[in-house]
């Protein structure tokens, strides 16, 4: 208990101290509530998703996980109250890292206080399939953006004496076959995309703990991945904390000791008595077992779990339903807002339409182990899978902003009745919605069910109409030409409706822009059917045959996101990076210039940013480079932004520095990072699609 010693000093003392049984049970879980063996001492577990025991007798602790991806996800025995933030894709919209650290801040203080000592979160696989079911639980498809807003994330909930982690490390881009897919890579394309967000967000957040995912990565299962475990994280970026795997996600024994994995979760299968047997016979050195255990020791004290024991307390309610809804706010997008729709004006307003499925009442949540009980409910088993609505009712908080005006509303169901409804009303807002969840893809990029007909009926009805989106990720709109405003509200916590009225009336005005592409269409997408597991894979599996079992190939490499769609020159719906405001904005007066740092060229890029229009607003200004020619990367990436609030008139000076590594590639001869020589284009502006200002610097 000597503060004054290092966290390895600590762990190595108490390495010493340690029989071989108390090594093997610092090293797997008890079981999981959610099915599965369990151990007798699951009764001293909280109820969170995992559950370690410690050593009593040298005073450490057991380890209490609960999963917390965009709130704490039930407070077992504490009155399961927790306050859902927005999804954490919502969360990166905001391009902001104060406001990321204070949705990890309060993420930590509520697992605080419900018991807990480690977090299950941080997700941070890029939106490479725009399908899969878990980008509302990621960061969107860019590693810069992404890596830094989880990095911020993490860093903040750690501050709370909580042991953090990010996941699923790493290419868990889809959950089709989740459990016996190989995800195939190129090494460069590996290191800039989906590898880079994970590096970014250790290098910002330091997390004590990865959790390696359920998929296999060319070739080896993550959680038995030498190269992604040992070679890149443990090595290359100098990881102290400890690897665990996903629930169920360790295939073995020595194979996975050796890649690198430090701890096997839910259970003991691999990591219990066979571990220790493993030990005695050889096979598995004492060295590197004690470097799982010193790993994970120097974690518990690094991340202060041991100095600051569990001591429950009570969820400030309040103070966090003023956070998600501030949170909210921030993250929710202005897609189109034609002839000034938008705000709207509550003295003005004589009649207002509420139409689409539950929006006199809640809205809707993320899915699967992320999900967060409703307040006054609590969520279903996710395994049978419910969508689940918060009590947050658009209804009744557009009527709050416009006593004036009838508000009513109809369900959508009936659409002779909605469209009536809208035909009688001023304007029409319509609330429809897209379930995604873990364990699942979505089919396609529509929205479920009816719900476009209901928007085309509604449109038809009143030319007045505006649209609010509440999905996980990307949706194809092909009702975008006939509304006249779109709002893209995510998944957005429990005062959702709150944060959506408020910008609809204007008392905030947006600023938050997209951390993902909206496409045109499925057939745009660098595979328009998804790769899923075919009868005779399903068939494999189910007899036991070892995996991964079939492969999704990648070949896209480089060209994530706005990278593909950039350097196919598609047409996008919304590109990355979009987002309106109720005022406007110029850029001018763009320098560039360098400086050698470690790693090699850094760049300081100056601009100047004018609020042109009547209100006071954020702008999130956006840099990307182009590299040179011969670097074959694809035609832009994002590099940098700062967010500017500016008064109406208002010009203010921004400065953005590039580290070195932004502007390099990965190269696979050397296995580290290089600059090209050649000129670089620093382009600057609203979106990846609105770059106004230029400028060019050389490398030599
Ligand atoms: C998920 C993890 C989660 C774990 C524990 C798994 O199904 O993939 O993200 O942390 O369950 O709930």
Known sequence: MNTSLTPD????????????????????GQGSPFGGPVSPNILLSNGGDGFSLGVPRLGIPALQMIGSAYGVRFSATNGRYSTALPSNLASTANWNPEAACEYGALIGREERAQGYNMSLAGGVDLAREYRNGRNFEYHGEDPILAGTIVGHRVRCEQDQHILGELKHYAVNDQESGRGIVNSVLGKRALRETDLLAFEIGNEIGHPWAYMCAYNGINGDYSCENQYALNDVLKKEWGFQGFVLSDWGGTHSTAKASAAGLDMEQPDEGFYGAAMKKAVQDGKVPMAELDDHVRRILRAEFGSGIIDYPIHKFVVNVEEGLVISRHLAEQSIVLLKNELGALPLDAAKVTSIAVIGEHADESMISGGGSAQVDPEGSFAPAWENPAHVWFPTSPFKSIAAKAPHAQVKFQFGANLPAATALAKSSQVAIVFVHQWTSEAMDVPNLSLPGDQDKLIEAVAAANPNTIVVLETGAAVTMPWVNKVSGIVEAWYAGSKGADAVANILFGDVNPSAKLPITFPVSEADLPHPQMTVPTPEVVKAEKDGKPGPLFDVNYDEGLKVGYKWFDAEKKPVLFPFGFGLSYTSYSYSGLKVATGAQAGGTAATVTL??????????????EVYATLPASAGEPPNRLVGWSRVSLKSGETKEVKVTIEPKYLSIFDETANGWKQVPGIYSIRVGASSRDLPLVTTFALQ
């Open 9 to 28: 000093q600590r762990a190595g003392l108490v390495l010493k101290e340690l029989t071989l049984d108390e090594k093997i049970l610092l090293i797997h």
């Open 608 to 621: 100047s940013v004018k609020n042109t229009g009547s209100r006071a607003g954020t702008e999130i200004a």
